[in-house]
């Protein structure tokens, strides 16, 4: 019998006595253990490879703890209901047929969303993953194909021996061992999936020979360790954020180190050499008594239900954009032109960094993609011309130059180019020739005698705000002042009612700055990033204004939320928001999120009151393929109902 891998579950945090030691046995089936290592469930009628478990899946007010497990014979994933005060523990609640045969199971549970999913690897190098739902009392898989049959939201395959996998909730981080190469991390989310990078490697490049079982452990003040067991190296030890490597440790009587599993109270290895298998409990002190690394202290220790973040709400998509033409980081920043002959047929103006300007209708349809530079930011306003014709004006922040783009919205094409004239203008090209290291955020600003400025951000902390003046031989540019943040901002807006400029240094803080041109050039704190309400990067920030209320929304790239601050009310933090997914519409849900815009009109009767727009970097179509990039629409009114006061 060989004791394949192991998830300690406890029902109550506070009472050890609790506790329960689920293993997977392969051809032995499944077993469960009290906490004494009593013997209370054995089921030997299948093949059962890799556990795992979360907390409070939930189907409306109803919620059950989960196991899941690999059925390597039936290439299929079984789900186990556990109740600690039953007979019987685990009660089995729903099958998912795959295409691999498992080696390990993992689940994560996204902490701000509570979305789950199960993820599978083989030793043939598939990745294969499945977003859950619980309803009407059996686990199933959210997304489905026309026939009914699940469909999986991701499948990759890296090609080696795969031979553990662990999920990060709190960092949204997938690690997977590749048996002879070494560690990797993915992104745990199926709509925030990022480039591997690997933590470590086999002998000689790295600390590792023959990679066995992986856990993690958390820890009170926020930090903990990701466990590993090799064959060949024994117990190693690697920072939980970081992913350094720390310290190694052995077990006395356990030749091969192959299982490491971690409750909040012990950590647990398994003894596959032994004549019998069994499983030995350490204690944390004595596991941190044995540490060759002083450092690394095993003590209070926190469970997966502890990860829950409080005070986000949730809010689904309404509809989104077509995807941009560019593969890769291409959309970014989206404004909003408002038609003020019919609402409903007013434009998204939004960017391809890597090509041009889109503009899209409220139904998220590419009207035109003005192709040309590469522009980062933009912004409008509706401004005089030189001989008093109201239009609207538009400005964005052009990479492949260094310039400021200007451009007429909502004319006889909804995006028409217009000449920048004046002492600063590009050679080769009638935009704006910034004196920036290199252009990035842009926002727009409007005086109360209806001056228009451009406030353009470079990347060296420098803040360049240039007049506007509407001329018959074109837009006359002047650059009239600079301002300074430590390090690299992107994401601002201007209050044109007040007069404010509110920048977001993406590392650091949100800044207050005078708007007017005259007006000092000291700024004032506005929020911090905290980890908290604001996890780095700050990137987009919008207003949302009207008679009622008066928001300032950031995008916490950190975190994939948006913290709205009351500039009512002292500019009191009100909470923040996430973006999910609607899989009735085939929409998938935003984040790593860039560029952001509130708008507050009476956009009809879809959109009675506005709509907010955000970036999303990491798109998925309605059967969770990848897609190029593009913008999540949300209904304010759905906003507004989790923020009612």
């Known amino acids: 019998m060989t004791i394949s891998l192991t998830r300690l579950f406890g029902r109550v945090p506070d009472k050890a006595q609790d506790d329960l030691l689920i293993a997977t046995l392969e051809d032995d089936g499944l077993v469960v253990f009290d906490y004494q290592g009593k013997v209370i469930m054995r089921d030997d009628s299948k093949n059962v490879l890799g556990a795992d478990v979360r907390y409070g899946l939930k189907d409306g007010d109803k919620s059950i703890d989960l196991l899941a497990v690999g059925l390597p014979d039936d290439k299929a994933f079984a789900f186990y209901r556990i109740d600690r005060s039953a007979t019987t523990p685990l009660t089995e609640v729903g099958r998912i047929s795959a295409n691999i ?49 699940p469909v999986m939201v991701r499948h990759t395959n890296v090609g080696g021996e795969l031979s553990a996998c662990v999920v990060d909730d709190q960092t949204g981080t997938l690690y997977v061992s590749e048996q002879n190469i070494g560690i990797w991390a993915y992104g745990a989310d199926a709509e925030n999936i990022k480039d591997r990078r690997l933590v470590d490697a086999v002998a000689p490049l ?19 360790y990701l466990l590993v067991a090799d064959e060949g190296q024994g117990f190693l030890v690697y920072g939980r954020k970081k992913g350094n490597y720390l310290t190694r440790f052995n077990v006395a009587g356990v030749e091969e180190a192959k299982i490491i599993t971690a409750s909040t109270n012990a950590i647990w290895v398994g003894n596959t050499e032994a004549d019998q298998p069994v499983y030995e409990k350490i204690a944390l002190e004595q ?53 003020p002959d019919d609402a409903s047929k007013s434009l998204i ?56 783009a200007l451009y007429k919205i909502g004319g006889k094409k909804p995006i028409e180019p217009l000449n920048a004239i004046g002492s600063h203008v590009h050679p080769e090209q009638a935009e704006l020739l910034s004196n920036v290291d290199e252009v990035y955020g842009l926002c727009m600003y409007q005086a109360k005698d209806g001056t228009p400025y451009v406030f353009v951000n470079g990347k060296n902390g420098v803040i360049e705000q240039w007049r506007i003046t ?61 980890g908290k309400r604001l996890v780095d990067d700050i990137e987009g920030i919008t207003l949302y204004q009207n008679d009622e209320v008066n928001y300032l929304i950031a995008s916490s790239q950190g975190n994939n939320t948006y913290a709205i601050f ?14 999910i997914g609607n899989d009735e519409k085939g929409v998938d849900g935003s984040s790593d999120t860039d560029g952001i815009h509130a708008v507050s009109a009476n956009l009809g009767a879809t959109y009675p009151q506005g709509i907010f727009i955000a970036q999303d970097w990491n798109n998925l179509d309605a059967q969770y393929r990848a897609e190029n990039q593009n913008f999540k629409i949300v209904n304010w009114e759905d906003i507004a109902k989790v923020f009612k006061k």
């Open 349 to 404: 103006i939004a960017t391809n960094k890597k090509g041009g300007l889109m503009a899209y209708d409220l139904n998220g349809k590419e009207l035109q993609f003005l192709k040309g530079g590469k522009p980062n930011n933009v912004d409008l306003r509706t401004v005089q011309d030189w001989d008093g014709k109201s239009f609207a004006l538009a400005a964005a922040s052009n990479r492949e130059l260094n310039t400021i």
């Open 101 to 149: 045969a498992a080696e390990a199971v993992c689940l994560y549970q996204n902490v701000t969303t509570g979305e789950t999913t199960v993820t599978g690897v083989s030793d043939g190098g598939d990745i294969v993953q499945y977003k859950l739902q619980y309803k009407d009392g059996q686990v199933q898989s959210v997304v489905k194909d026309a026939a009914g049959k």
């Open 206 to 224: 790295g600390h590792l020979e023959e990679i066995e079982g992986l856990d993690l452990v958390y820890q009170a003040n926020g930090e903990g």
């Open 566 to 579: 009351d500039l009512a009310n002292k500019n009191q933090y009100l909470g923040s928001f996430a973006i």
């Open 287 to 339: 596991l941190s008594q044995g540490m060759q690394n002083e450092k690394v202290v095993f003590n209070h220790l926190r469970d997966y239900r502890d990860l829950t973040v409080q005070g986000v709400k949730l809010v689904a998509a309404s509809g989104e954009t077509d995807e941009v033409s560019k593969s890769g980081d291409a959309a970014d920043d989206p404004a909003f032109w408002l038609n």
């Open 470 to 530: 509407p001329t018959q031989k074109g837009m006359k540019g002047d650059m009239v002042r600079t301002l300074k943040v430590e390090t690299q901002p992107e994401g601002c807006v201007a209050d044109d009612a007040t007069g404010t400029l509110y920048v977001g240094e993406e590392d650091k803080a949100i800044w207050a700055f005078q708007a007017d041109e005259k007006a000092t050039m000291e700024p004032s704190l506005f929020a911090a990033v905290d």
